[in-house]
């Protein structure tokens, strides 16, 4: 039981410094793309945001004994995909990034948090805990509609 609760904390601290990575990439982009700045910027204080909602849903998993279950989930896939975001900041502070390769990274991203469910590996039928999960579900499938918009509005001819 005690490596549950472990691992649990485990994916949900993985997961905010995922979100704070991304931020960080944003608010990055925000001040090199200066001509998307409230775009970059909006996203950056919404990935801040839910890495204070994934900390609120730590402390109401762990904190009440709600029963829940983790279900199949990589730490090393969860690593990987925030070893790639690092890489991606690497990338822009060396300048080898453009404007359109950052909405495509972004959105591919965006898109893999999504297609991995990674904060789907923790289900809980604690209604606090499920309120929190599916407000920040939403708001990634928001991000990945909003950088889909976005791109087809600049580069109608280039988005897959």
Do not use: C
């Amino acid at each position: 039981m005690e490596d549950m609760y472990l691992k649990a904390g485990q994916i949900l601290d993985m997961l905010r410094e995922i979100e704070l990575i991304m931020a960080e990439l944003y608010r990055r982009f925000s001040h090199i793309f200066v001509q998307d700045r409230v775009f970059w910027e909006n996203l950056s204080q919404d990935e801040e945001r839910h890495a204070v909602m994934v900390t609120e849903l730590k402390n109401t998993l762990l904190r009440n004994g709600s029963p829940f279950e983790v279900g199949k989930i990589n730490l090393l896939a969860l690593s990987t995909y925030r070893q790639g975001i690092k890489s991606q900041l690497s990338r822009l502070q060396r300048g080898e990034l453009e404007r359109q390769n950052a909405l495509f990274i972004a959105r591919d991203f965006e898109k893999t948090l999504i297609e991995h469910s990674f904060y789907e590996s923790i289900r809980s039928k604690n209604p606090e805990y499920r309120a929190i999960l599916d407000k920040i579900l939403k708001e990634n499938e928001f991000h990945l509609q909003k950088l889909e918009n976005y791109i087809k509005t600049l580069f109608p001819f280039t988005s897959k």
